[in-house]
C-alpha cells in the first residue's frame, strides 16, 4: 500500500515493523558491499586467452612490429574493429592507451590550453560545463580538478532535459561544453532517444561560446537482453547540423575485456584528430600496441566482439534481476521510492523520497552494508534533493547482491517510516 494512504494506527505498525526488520538486520553482522562498478572476476576470466594470443606473432597486418615505438593513433585493425562500436568510420578513430578516462582529461586540458578551435581558458569568465545529474562522479572530478565550473540539468527517461540544456548555453556565458553517457547512462540507465540526440548535435551552433560534447558511450555494447534499446548515431545527426567538429566521442573496452588493462579510443573530425595527435606527441611515442593487436586477434571482428558481450550479459543479468525483483517485491507501489529498470550497463539509480538518502546510507553503513556516498552522482558531492542512490550489482555473487537488497529495502522503509513520523 502508498505509504501516504496509510492511516496513523497503519504508519505506527508499519514503523514498528521496519524498527524491528532493522534490528534483526543488525543482528545479522552483514559485511556486504555495493558501491563497487567494476566487473567481477567471473567477467574478467571471459576475457583470460588475451594472455599468450599472440603466440610470437608481434606483427599488424601492414607489416608493423607492435612491440616498438610509434603508431601515435593506434593500429588500423583496431581502429576498424572499435569504430564499429561508436558505429563512426575507421579513419575518424584514435586507439589510445587502457582507458578512456585518461583520453576525456586529456581532450579537456588540450581545450583548455590549445582548443579544438580556441582555448577556452582565455576570457575573464570561468569555463562552465553542462552536467547532466545525477551523473558519473569521475566526469566531475576533471571538471572540478581542472577549474571547470559545473551547471547541472536535470536527467530524464530519454537524456539530458534539452529545453534546460538550450536555455542556459544561451543564457550564460562561457559554456563550454557538455558530458554525455548516451547508452545505458551512469548511473540513470537510460538510452538517449533519437529526438534528444538531434538536439544535442545542434546545441553547439546555439551556444555562445566554442561547445564540445563529451560523448561518453562507456556502455556502447554493454545490453542485458537482445531487445535492449538500440542508440541512435550521434555523427549522423552532427554531420546534418554541422557540428561534427564540435563532439569528441569515446569508448574502451574496460568492462569488455580487462578494467585495468583494456583498450580505450575515441572518435572526431579529421581536423580535430590532427589536431590532438599533435597534442599526444609531446606525452608518449605511442600506446600499447602490443595489446591492441591482443584485442583485435580475441575479438576477430565486430560480431566476436557481440558475442562476447553476449556472455557478460549471462553473468550481469541475474545480479540486475535481483536488484529489480527485489526492489518491485518490497518497495513497488509504496511511495517510498522510484528507479528505472536498465536494460544494460553497471547500474541501478534509486531516488528515496527528498532528504532520505543519506539517511538511508547511513542505516545501511550501520548494518554493515557499503553503499555509495549520498551525493557521489552529483557535481562537488552535492544532492540538493539528497534522494539519489547508485547501486552496483556487477561485482558481488548473485546471494551478496540478493542479501545486500534484502537489507536495502529494510534500510529504505525505515528511513521513510522514521521521516514521516516526525
Ligand atoms: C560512464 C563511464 N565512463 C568511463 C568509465 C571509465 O572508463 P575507462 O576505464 O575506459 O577509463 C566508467 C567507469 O565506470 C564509466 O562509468
Redesign the pocket.
Known sequence: MHVDQLDAAQRAQALAQAESDYHALLAQGLSLDLTR?KPSAEQANLSNALDGILDGNYFAQDGTDVRNYGGIDGLPEAKALFAQVLQVPADEMLIGGN???TLMYQVIDFALRFGFHKAWNTGDSTPKFLCPVPG?D?HFSICEYLGIEMVTLPMLDDGPDMDVAEALVQELDNVCGIWC?PRFS?PTGCVYSEATLARLAALPKLAKSDFLIMY?N?YAVHALTADAPALGNIREHAIAAGTLDNIVQFG?T?KITF?GAGV?FLSTSKSNLAAFKKYLGFQTIGPDKVNQLRHVAFFKDHSGLMAHMDRHADIMKPRFDAVLSTLEAQLGGTGMGTWISPEGG?FVSFETRPGLAKAVIQLASDAGIKLTPAGATFPYGNDPQDSNIRIAPSFPSIADVQATMDAFVVCVRLATLRSLAK
Open positions: 562498478g582507458a578512456s578516462l558519473y569521475r553517457v551512469n561518453d562507456a574502451s574496460s578494467a580505450a553497471y
